[in-house]
T-cell receptor, first 110, second 114 residues
Framework: GNSVTQMEGPVTLSEEAFLTINCTYT??????LFWYVQYPGEGLQLLLK?????DKGSNKGFEATYRKETTSFHLEKGSVQVSDSAVYFC?????????FGQGTRLTINP | DSGVTQTPKHLITATGQRVTLRCSPRSGDLSVYWYQQSLDQGLQFLIQ???????AKGNILERFSAQQFPDLHSELNLSSLELGDSALYFC?????????????FGPGTRLLVL
């Protein structure tokens, strides 16, 4: 079945730093890829998605590009804020179900 | 706010008991999915319903069952509860069940089994 491997956390950065959270996937066919974010005490929110190779998803300053040749979907942000502190999940969607990475806890210090 | 609602928000119960978690999908969404989030297993897919019919099963225990009603809300029933069932249970919904469709998550029900 499909699987997702995420960069292990936790990750701690200072405000305005550049963020990269690595994500690679294993899947048959052409899955859709997502990043979800979970803020403390809340449910999962869709951050961005890409449904085919070379698509770039973007939202709130975050970006990720669907790279089929490297089976990757790395999350980047040029300048993080304290409010970005959360757990980030890379997700692969095959036929129906979502397959989640283990999550990366991000803490941004002022 | 995703538009997906889940009740209750918190549930504390004892081993051996049975509980029911409820989910109302976003207006117009026909698919409902259930997920379990635990510290040791991470986020795992349990089961999916589409317009009242079961469509996919993941790592759902035999002690667990679910259904989707004609008004499209769904219930997840957990019985003979064990300590290890303590987790956050999420419901998600989507319009259909295509590969490109986004699933929208509810706020979750936190279950504590004592």
């Amino acid at each position: 079945g499909n699987s997702v491997t995420q960069m292990e956390g936790p990750v701690t950065l200072s405000e305005e730093a550049f963020l990269t959270i690595n994500c690679t996937y294993t899947a048959t066919g052409y899955p859709s890829l997502f990043w979800y974010v979970q803020y403390p005490g809340e449910g999962l929110q869709l951050l961005l998605k890409a449904t085919k190779a070379d698509d770039k998803g973007s939202n709130k300053g975050f970006e990720a590009t669907y790279r089929k040749e490297t089976t990757s979907f790395h999350l980047e942000k040029g300048s993080v804020q304290v409010s970005d502190s959360a757990v980030y999940f890379c997700v692969c969607k095959g036929a129906q179900k979502l397959v989640f990475g283990q999550g990366t806890r991000l803490t941004i210090n002022p | 706010d995703s538009g997906v609602t889940q009740t209750p928000k918190h549930l504390i119960t004892a081993t051996g008991q049975r509980v029911t978690l409820r989910c109302s999908p976003r207006s117009g969404d026909l698919s409902v999915y259930w997920y379990q989030q635990s510290l040791d297993q991470g986020l795992q897919f349990l089961i999916q319903y589409y317009n009242g019919e079961e469509r996919a099963k993941g790592n759902i225990l035999e002690r667990f069952s679910a259904q989707q009603f004609p008004d499209l809300h769904s219930e997840l029933n957990l019985s003979s509860l064990e300590l290890g069932d303590s987790a956050l249970y999420f419901c998600a919904s989507s319009v259909g069940q295509g590969q490109k469709e986004t699933q929208y998550f509810g706020p979750g029900t936190r279950l504590l089994v004592l």
